[in-house]
Protein backbone atom coordinates (compact mmCIF):
# COMPACT_ATOMS: atom_id res chain seq x y z
CA UNK A 1 0.00 0.00 0.00
CA UNK A 2 1.47 3.63 -0.89
CA UNK A 3 2.34 6.14 2.20
CA UNK A 4 -0.89 8.00 1.45
CA UNK A 5 -3.22 5.33 1.95
CA UNK A 6 -1.99 5.06 5.69
CA UNK A 7 -3.36 8.87 6.41
CA UNK A 8 -6.26 7.95 5.11
CA UNK A 9 -7.19 5.17 7.14
CA UNK A 10 -5.82 7.16 10.50
CA UNK A 11 -8.17 10.79 9.17
CA UNK A 12 -11.41 8.27 8.70
CA UNK A 13 -10.67 6.14 12.12
CA UNK A 14 -10.64 9.14 14.25
CA UNK A 15 -13.75 11.06 12.46
CA UNK A 16 -15.37 7.42 13.28
CA UNK A 17 -14.31 7.48 16.67
CA UNK A 18 -15.61 11.12 17.52
CA UNK A 19 -18.72 10.02 15.86
CA UNK A 20 -19.42 7.35 18.24
CA UNK A 21 -18.45 8.74 21.57
CA UNK A 22 -20.48 11.29 20.81
CA UNK A 23 -23.40 8.77 20.09
CA UNK A 24 -23.12 7.27 23.70
CA UNK A 25 -22.74 11.04 24.96
CA UNK A 26 -25.91 11.73 23.17
CA UNK A 27 -27.69 8.77 24.47
CA UNK A 28 -27.02 9.74 28.25
CA UNK A 29 -27.84 13.58 27.71
CA UNK A 30 -31.28 11.84 26.82
CA UNK A 31 -31.52 9.67 29.58
CA UNK A 32 -30.39 12.43 32.07
CA UNK A 33 -33.93 14.39 31.36
CA UNK A 34 -35.55 11.44 31.27
CA UNK A 35 -36.38 11.16 27.33
CA UNK A 36 -38.68 8.14 26.55
CA UNK A 37 -36.58 5.16 25.99
CA UNK A 38 -37.89 5.52 21.67
CA UNK A 39 -36.41 8.72 21.38
CA UNK A 40 -32.43 6.57 21.60
CA UNK A 41 -33.05 5.26 17.86
CA UNK A 42 -34.17 8.57 16.30
CA UNK A 43 -30.60 9.94 17.31
CA UNK A 44 -29.60 7.39 13.89
CA UNK A 45 -32.28 8.69 12.33
CA UNK A 46 -31.87 12.18 12.48
CA UNK A 47 -27.95 11.40 11.98
CA UNK A 48 -28.78 9.15 9.03
CA UNK A 49 -31.35 12.04 7.22
CA UNK A 50 -28.85 14.07 5.72
CA UNK A 51 -27.59 11.24 3.93
CA UNK A 52 -30.72 10.67 2.24
CA UNK A 53 -31.78 14.35 1.88
CA UNK A 54 -28.50 15.38 0.28
CA UNK A 55 -27.59 12.12 -1.24
CA UNK A 56 -28.55 13.91 -5.32
CA UNK A 57 -25.67 16.54 -4.05
CA UNK A 58 -22.82 15.54 -1.80
CA UNK A 59 -21.98 12.92 -4.71
CA UNK A 60 -21.44 15.71 -7.12
CA UNK A 61 -19.56 17.78 -4.12
CA UNK A 62 -17.08 15.08 -3.55
CA UNK A 63 -16.25 14.55 -7.46
CA UNK A 64 -16.14 18.52 -7.22
CA UNK A 65 -12.77 19.27 -5.31
CA UNK A 66 -9.97 16.86 -4.14
CA UNK A 67 -11.35 14.34 -2.08
CA UNK A 68 -8.98 14.87 1.32
CA UNK A 69 -10.57 19.01 1.05
CA UNK A 70 -13.97 17.32 1.17
CA UNK A 71 -13.02 15.67 4.10
CA UNK A 72 -11.55 18.40 5.97
CA UNK A 73 -14.77 20.50 5.34
CA UNK A 74 -16.90 18.02 6.52
CA UNK A 75 -15.06 17.71 9.74
CA UNK A 76 -15.70 21.37 10.37
CA UNK A 77 -19.26 20.61 10.51
CA UNK A 78 -18.98 17.77 12.60
CA UNK A 79 -17.21 19.65 14.80
CA UNK A 80 -19.95 22.61 14.62
CA UNK A 81 -22.58 20.41 15.26
CA UNK A 82 -20.63 18.79 18.32
CA UNK A 83 -20.58 22.64 19.94
CA UNK A 84 -23.63 22.97 19.69
CA UNK A 85 -24.52 20.98 22.58
CA UNK A 86 -22.67 23.89 24.28
CA UNK A 87 -25.52 25.94 23.85
CA UNK A 88 -28.32 23.37 25.63
CA UNK A 89 -29.46 22.43 21.50
CA UNK A 90 -31.47 19.07 21.87
CA UNK A 91 -28.89 16.37 21.15
CA UNK A 92 -31.17 15.01 18.43
CA UNK A 93 -30.45 18.08 16.74
CA UNK A 94 -26.90 18.40 17.30
CA UNK A 95 -26.17 14.58 15.67
CA UNK A 96 -28.54 15.85 12.94
CA UNK A 97 -25.90 18.33 12.35
CA UNK A 98 -22.45 15.72 12.43
CA UNK A 99 -24.97 13.65 10.49
CA UNK A 100 -24.86 16.46 8.00
CA UNK A 101 -20.96 16.63 7.94
CA UNK A 102 -20.90 12.53 7.84
CA UNK A 103 -22.97 12.85 4.46
CA UNK A 104 -20.68 14.74 3.01
CA UNK A 105 -17.50 12.78 4.32
CA UNK A 106 -18.35 9.53 2.90
CA UNK A 107 -18.41 9.85 -0.78
CA UNK A 108 -14.87 11.45 -0.48
CA UNK A 109 -13.54 8.58 1.82
CA UNK A 110 -14.67 5.78 -0.49
CA UNK A 111 -14.08 7.12 -3.20
CA UNK A 112 -10.83 8.43 -2.90
CA UNK A 113 -10.07 4.55 -2.54
CA UNK A 114 -10.75 3.90 -6.43
CA UNK A 115 -8.69 7.06 -7.72
CA UNK A 116 -5.52 6.24 -5.90
CA UNK A 117 -5.72 2.29 -5.50
CA UNK A 118 -5.73 -0.24 -8.06
CA UNK A 119 -8.82 -1.92 -8.66
CA UNK A 120 -7.10 -5.40 -7.44
CA UNK A 121 -6.85 -3.86 -4.30
CA UNK A 122 -9.99 -3.11 -2.94
CA UNK A 123 -10.90 -5.43 -1.20
CA UNK A 124 -7.31 -4.98 0.78
CA UNK A 125 -8.33 -1.53 1.45
CA UNK A 126 -11.90 -2.14 2.42
CA UNK A 127 -10.85 -4.88 4.98
CA UNK A 128 -8.82 -2.01 6.82
CA UNK A 129 -11.21 0.84 6.74
CA UNK A 130 -13.96 -0.99 7.47
CA UNK A 131 -11.19 -3.19 10.28
CA UNK A 132 -10.65 0.31 11.26
CA UNK A 133 -14.04 1.70 11.45
CA UNK A 134 -15.45 -0.84 13.76
CA UNK A 135 -12.29 -0.01 15.96
CA UNK A 136 -13.46 3.28 16.44
CA UNK A 137 -16.98 1.99 16.92
CA UNK A 138 -15.20 -0.20 19.62
CA UNK A 139 -12.93 2.23 20.99
CA UNK A 140 -16.13 5.14 20.72
CA UNK A 141 -18.76 3.20 22.28
CA UNK A 142 -15.96 2.05 25.31
CA UNK A 143 -14.39 5.44 25.37
CA UNK A 144 -18.08 7.00 25.30
CA UNK A 145 -19.17 4.84 27.93
CA UNK A 146 -15.95 5.44 30.20
CA UNK A 147 -16.94 9.00 30.39
CA UNK A 148 -20.27 8.86 31.60
CA UNK A 149 -18.86 6.38 34.54
CA UNK A 150 -19.40 8.27 37.24
CA UNK A 151 -15.97 7.62 38.72
CA UNK A 152 -14.29 9.18 35.79
CA UNK A 153 -16.17 11.71 34.75
CA UNK A 154 -15.49 13.14 38.34
CA UNK A 155 -11.68 12.73 37.85
CA UNK A 156 -11.49 14.83 34.73
CA UNK A 157 -14.29 17.37 36.11
CA UNK A 158 -11.76 17.61 38.99
CA UNK A 159 -9.06 18.41 36.43
CA UNK A 160 -8.21 21.74 35.83
CA UNK A 161 -5.08 23.54 33.65
CA UNK A 162 -2.72 25.49 35.68
CA UNK A 163 -4.08 29.62 35.81
CA UNK A 164 -6.89 29.01 33.09
CA UNK A 165 -10.49 28.51 34.12
CA UNK A 166 -11.89 25.69 31.54
CA UNK A 167 -15.64 26.54 32.70
CA UNK A 168 -16.44 23.20 32.33
CA UNK A 169 -18.57 22.29 34.91
CA UNK A 170 -20.89 19.07 34.12
CA UNK A 171 -20.30 15.88 32.58
CA UNK A 172 -22.28 16.78 29.23
CA UNK A 173 -19.76 19.69 28.66
CA UNK A 174 -16.66 17.46 29.27
CA UNK A 175 -17.90 14.77 26.77
CA UNK A 176 -18.29 17.45 24.15
CA UNK A 177 -14.54 19.25 25.08
CA UNK A 178 -13.40 15.25 24.23
CA UNK A 179 -15.48 14.86 21.56
CA UNK A 180 -14.37 18.17 19.81
CA UNK A 181 -10.89 17.16 20.50
CA UNK A 182 -10.69 13.65 18.14
CA UNK A 183 -12.52 15.73 15.79
CA UNK A 184 -9.64 18.24 15.31
CA UNK A 185 -7.01 15.42 15.53
CA UNK A 186 -9.01 13.65 12.67
CA UNK A 187 -9.21 17.14 10.67
CA UNK A 188 -5.26 17.63 11.28
CA UNK A 189 -4.76 14.06 9.54
CA UNK A 190 -6.94 15.23 6.75
CA UNK A 191 -3.88 17.82 5.73
CA UNK A 192 -1.29 14.95 4.85
CA UNK A 193 -4.26 12.79 2.63
CA UNK A 194 -2.90 12.57 -0.85
CA UNK A 195 -4.03 14.57 -3.85
CA UNK A 196 -4.75 11.78 -6.52
CA UNK A 197 -4.87 13.80 -9.73
CA UNK A 198 -7.86 13.04 -10.87
CA UNK A 199 -9.56 15.58 -13.03
CA UNK A 200 -12.80 16.79 -11.13
CA UNK A 201 -16.35 18.22 -12.51
CA UNK A 202 -17.20 21.59 -11.65
CA UNK A 203 -20.09 21.68 -9.62
CA UNK A 204 -23.27 22.83 -11.21
CA UNK A 205 -25.14 25.30 -9.89
CA UNK A 206 -28.76 23.76 -11.22
CA UNK A 207 -29.92 21.58 -8.31
CA UNK A 208 -32.52 19.75 -10.74
CA UNK A 209 -29.57 18.88 -13.19
CA UNK A 210 -28.12 17.57 -10.06
CA UNK A 211 -31.22 15.46 -8.85
CA UNK A 212 -31.56 14.22 -12.59
CA UNK A 213 -27.57 13.20 -12.55
CA UNK A 214 -28.32 11.53 -9.78
CA UNK A 215 -31.41 9.50 -10.94
CA UNK A 216 -29.73 8.42 -13.68
CA UNK A 217 -26.92 6.99 -11.84
CA UNK A 218 -29.48 5.42 -9.44
CA UNK A 219 -31.02 3.80 -11.53
CA UNK A 220 -27.70 3.01 -13.71
CA UNK A 221 -27.00 0.65 -10.56
CA UNK A 222 -29.94 -0.95 -9.86
CA UNK A 223 -29.90 -2.16 -13.14
CA UNK A 224 -26.68 -3.38 -13.66
CA UNK A 225 -27.07 -7.16 -12.28
CA UNK A 226 -23.66 -7.11 -10.10
CA UNK A 227 -24.47 -3.65 -8.85
CA UNK A 228 -28.10 -4.62 -7.98
CA UNK A 229 -27.33 -7.59 -5.43
CA UNK A 230 -24.47 -5.97 -3.90
CA UNK A 231 -26.36 -2.84 -3.55
CA UNK A 232 -29.57 -4.70 -1.92
CA UNK A 233 -26.88 -6.48 0.56
CA UNK A 234 -24.66 -3.54 1.55
CA UNK A 235 -28.24 -1.68 2.47
CA UNK A 236 -29.73 -4.36 4.26
CA UNK A 237 -26.71 -4.91 6.14
CA UNK A 238 -26.39 -1.25 7.29
CA UNK A 239 -30.24 -0.77 7.97
CA UNK A 240 -29.78 -3.85 10.37
CA UNK A 241 -26.39 -3.06 11.97
CA UNK A 242 -27.66 0.25 12.57
CA UNK A 243 -31.06 -0.65 14.41
CA UNK A 244 -28.84 -3.48 16.10
CA UNK A 245 -26.52 -1.45 17.73
CA UNK A 246 -29.77 0.12 19.95
CA UNK A 247 -31.38 -3.69 20.00
CA UNK A 248 -28.24 -4.85 22.06
CA UNK A 249 -28.07 -2.04 24.14
CA UNK A 250 -32.15 -2.56 25.59
CA UNK A 251 -31.63 -6.15 24.65
CA UNK A 252 -28.42 -5.98 27.30
CA UNK A 253 -30.31 -3.89 30.10
CA UNK A 254 -33.48 -6.31 29.74
CA UNK A 255 -31.81 -9.89 29.45
CA UNK A 256 -28.72 -9.21 31.37
CA UNK A 257 -29.14 -6.35 33.79
CA UNK A 258 -26.89 -4.00 31.99
CA UNK A 259 -26.29 -0.14 32.86
CA UNK A 260 -25.16 1.90 29.58
CA UNK A 261 -21.41 1.57 30.18
CA UNK A 262 -21.40 -1.95 30.28
CA UNK A 263 -24.51 -2.45 27.27
CA UNK A 264 -22.26 -0.28 25.41
CA UNK A 265 -19.15 -3.18 26.12
CA UNK A 266 -21.19 -5.30 24.28
CA UNK A 267 -21.53 -2.91 21.05
CA UNK A 268 -17.94 -3.12 21.07
CA UNK A 269 -17.95 -7.05 20.96
CA UNK A 270 -20.28 -6.94 17.53
CA UNK A 271 -17.91 -4.33 16.14
CA UNK A 272 -14.62 -6.33 17.22
CA UNK A 273 -16.02 -9.43 15.47
CA UNK A 274 -17.00 -7.49 12.38
CA UNK A 275 -12.65 -5.90 12.59
CA UNK A 276 -12.30 -9.86 12.69
CA UNK A 277 -14.31 -10.67 10.12
CA UNK A 278 -13.09 -8.15 7.60
CA UNK A 279 -9.44 -9.13 8.01
CA UNK A 280 -10.25 -12.34 6.85
CA UNK A 281 -12.47 -11.32 4.09
CA UNK A 282 -9.38 -9.30 3.10
CA UNK A 283 -7.21 -12.08 3.10
CA UNK A 284 -9.21 -14.80 1.76
CA UNK A 285 -11.80 -13.38 -0.66
CA UNK A 286 -10.85 -11.69 -3.99
CA UNK A 287 -13.03 -9.15 -5.89
CA UNK A 288 -13.86 -12.34 -8.20
CA UNK A 289 -15.45 -14.56 -5.39
CA UNK A 290 -16.95 -11.67 -3.15
CA UNK A 291 -20.86 -12.45 -4.51
CA UNK A 292 -20.12 -16.41 -2.90
CA UNK A 293 -20.22 -15.10 0.75
CA UNK A 294 -23.72 -13.99 0.53
CA UNK A 295 -24.79 -17.04 2.57
CA UNK A 296 -23.00 -15.71 5.39
CA UNK A 297 -25.99 -12.83 5.74
CA UNK A 298 -28.34 -15.29 6.49
CA UNK A 299 -26.26 -16.84 9.09
CA UNK A 300 -26.10 -13.71 10.70
CA UNK A 301 -29.60 -13.63 10.60
CA UNK A 302 -30.07 -17.07 12.28
CA UNK A 303 -27.53 -15.99 14.98
CA UNK A 304 -29.39 -12.82 16.35
CA UNK A 305 -32.22 -15.52 17.27
CA UNK A 306 -29.67 -17.08 19.14
CA UNK A 307 -30.07 -13.62 21.79
CA UNK A 308 -33.25 -14.78 22.96
CA UNK A 309 -31.75 -17.60 24.82
CA UNK A 310 -28.69 -15.65 26.51
CA UNK A 311 -28.46 -14.52 30.10
CA UNK A 312 -25.04 -14.84 30.93
CA UNK A 313 -23.25 -11.44 30.49
CA UNK A 314 -19.80 -13.98 28.93
CA UNK A 315 -21.85 -15.98 26.43
CA UNK A 316 -23.71 -12.84 25.04
CA UNK A 317 -19.94 -11.36 24.38
CA UNK A 318 -19.17 -14.50 22.69
CA UNK A 319 -22.49 -14.39 20.63
CA UNK A 320 -22.03 -10.67 19.96
CA UNK A 321 -18.25 -11.96 18.35
CA UNK A 322 -19.77 -14.50 16.26
CA UNK A 323 -22.51 -12.07 15.08
CA UNK A 324 -19.72 -9.23 14.11
CA UNK A 325 -17.37 -11.86 12.69
CA UNK A 326 -19.65 -13.36 10.10
CA UNK A 327 -21.36 -9.41 9.32
CA UNK A 328 -17.40 -8.42 8.55
CA UNK A 329 -16.70 -11.56 6.34
CA UNK A 330 -20.02 -10.69 4.18
CA UNK A 331 -20.42 -7.29 3.96
CA UNK A 332 -16.85 -6.20 3.37
CA UNK A 333 -16.39 -8.35 0.18
CA UNK A 334 -19.72 -6.61 -0.78
CA UNK A 335 -19.08 -3.08 -0.64
CA UNK A 336 -15.72 -3.48 -2.81
CA UNK A 337 -17.93 -5.33 -5.29
CA UNK A 338 -19.88 -2.21 -4.94
CA UNK A 339 -17.52 0.59 -5.40
CA UNK A 340 -16.09 -1.38 -8.19
CA UNK A 341 -19.05 -1.14 -10.08
CA UNK A 342 -20.14 2.19 -9.51
CA UNK A 343 -16.89 3.85 -10.41
CA UNK A 344 -16.81 1.81 -13.95
CA UNK A 345 -20.54 2.95 -13.90
CA UNK A 346 -20.62 5.92 -13.35
CA UNK A 347 -17.32 7.70 -10.98
CA UNK A 348 -16.87 7.02 -7.90
CA UNK A 349 -18.77 9.64 -5.85
CA UNK A 350 -21.80 9.57 -7.52
CA UNK A 351 -21.81 5.77 -7.23
CA UNK A 352 -21.05 6.46 -3.08
CA UNK A 353 -23.63 8.84 -3.02
CA UNK A 354 -26.16 6.46 -4.50
CA UNK A 355 -25.22 3.75 -2.06
CA UNK A 356 -25.71 6.11 1.28
CA UNK A 357 -28.86 6.79 -0.24
CA UNK A 358 -30.16 3.46 -0.13
CA UNK A 359 -28.00 2.00 3.05
CA UNK A 360 -29.45 5.05 5.02
CA UNK A 361 -32.72 4.89 4.11
CA UNK A 362 -32.74 1.63 5.05
CA UNK A 363 -31.18 3.39 8.40
CA UNK A 364 -33.93 5.57 8.58
CA UNK A 365 -36.69 2.99 7.93
CA UNK A 366 -35.53 0.01 10.06
CA UNK A 367 -34.45 2.40 13.39
CA UNK A 368 -38.05 4.24 12.84
CA UNK A 369 -39.98 1.14 12.70
CA UNK A 370 -37.70 0.19 15.70
CA UNK A 371 -39.15 2.93 17.45
CA UNK A 372 -42.70 2.20 16.17
CA UNK A 373 -42.04 -1.19 18.07
CA UNK A 374 -40.57 0.09 21.38
CA UNK A 375 -43.53 2.53 21.53
CA UNK A 376 -45.71 -0.11 20.90
CA UNK A 377 -44.05 -1.57 24.02
CA UNK A 378 -42.85 -4.82 22.05
CA UNK A 379 -40.88 -7.23 24.65
CA UNK A 380 -37.01 -7.02 23.57
CA UNK A 381 -37.31 -11.05 22.79
CA UNK A 382 -40.17 -10.46 19.99
CA UNK A 383 -37.90 -7.60 18.46
CA UNK A 384 -34.80 -10.05 18.24
CA UNK A 385 -37.07 -12.63 16.49
CA UNK A 386 -38.85 -10.52 14.32
CA UNK A 387 -35.42 -8.59 13.53
CA UNK A 388 -34.02 -12.20 12.71
CA UNK A 389 -36.80 -13.43 10.41
CA UNK A 390 -36.45 -10.57 8.46
CA UNK A 391 -32.72 -10.70 7.68
CA UNK A 392 -32.70 -14.57 7.19
CA UNK A 393 -35.85 -13.50 4.46
CA UNK A 394 -34.41 -11.06 2.89
CA UNK A 395 -31.14 -11.77 2.22
CA UNK A 396 -32.13 -15.63 1.36
CA UNK A 397 -34.37 -13.10 -1.40
CA UNK A 398 -31.01 -12.01 -2.32
CA UNK A 399 -29.47 -14.78 -3.06
CA UNK A 400 -32.19 -16.52 -5.43
CA UNK A 401 -32.14 -13.11 -7.28
CA UNK A 402 -28.06 -13.73 -7.62
CA UNK A 403 -28.55 -17.12 -8.73
CA UNK A 404 -31.00 -15.68 -11.30
CA UNK A 405 -29.00 -12.98 -12.59
CA UNK A 406 -26.26 -16.03 -13.10
CA UNK A 407 -28.58 -17.75 -15.14
CA UNK A 408 -28.94 -15.05 -17.51
CA UNK A 409 -25.10 -14.18 -18.01
CA UNK A 410 -22.28 -14.57 -15.67
CA UNK A 411 -21.32 -11.13 -14.84
CA UNK A 412 -18.77 -12.23 -12.69
CA UNK A 413 -16.20 -12.74 -15.95
CA UNK A 414 -16.60 -9.04 -16.50
CA UNK A 415 -14.82 -7.55 -13.27
CA UNK A 416 -11.13 -7.86 -14.63
CA UNK A 417 -11.80 -5.78 -17.92
CA UNK A 418 -14.27 -3.85 -16.06
CA UNK A 419 -17.06 -3.63 -18.98
CA UNK A 420 -20.70 -2.34 -18.08
CA UNK A 421 -22.85 -5.46 -18.09
Known sequence: MKKGFYFILAAQFFSALADNVMLIAAIAMLRDVQAPTAYEPLLKTGFTMSYVVLAAFVGAFADSMPKRRVMLISNGIKILGCALLFFDISPLAAYAVVGLGAAAYSPAKYGILTEYLPARLLVVANGWIEGLTVAAIIGGTMIGGMLIQPVFAAYLLNFDLPFIDTGIRTVGEMNVVVIIAIYLIAAWLNLYVPDTGVDHKPLKNNPFYLIHEFSHCFTLLWRDRLGQISLGVTTLFWGAGATLQFVVIEWARVALQLDLTRASVMQGMVALGVAIGAVIAARWVSLRQSVKVIPL???????????????????????????????????????????????????????????????????????????????FQLQINTIVLLFSVFMVGTMWLLKKRHEANQRIRDDVCQLDDGKSC
Open 297 to 375: GIAMGIGVLSMIFVHHEWIAMLVMVVLGILSGMFVVPMNALLQHRGHVLMGAGHSIAVQNFNENLSILAMTGIYSLLLY
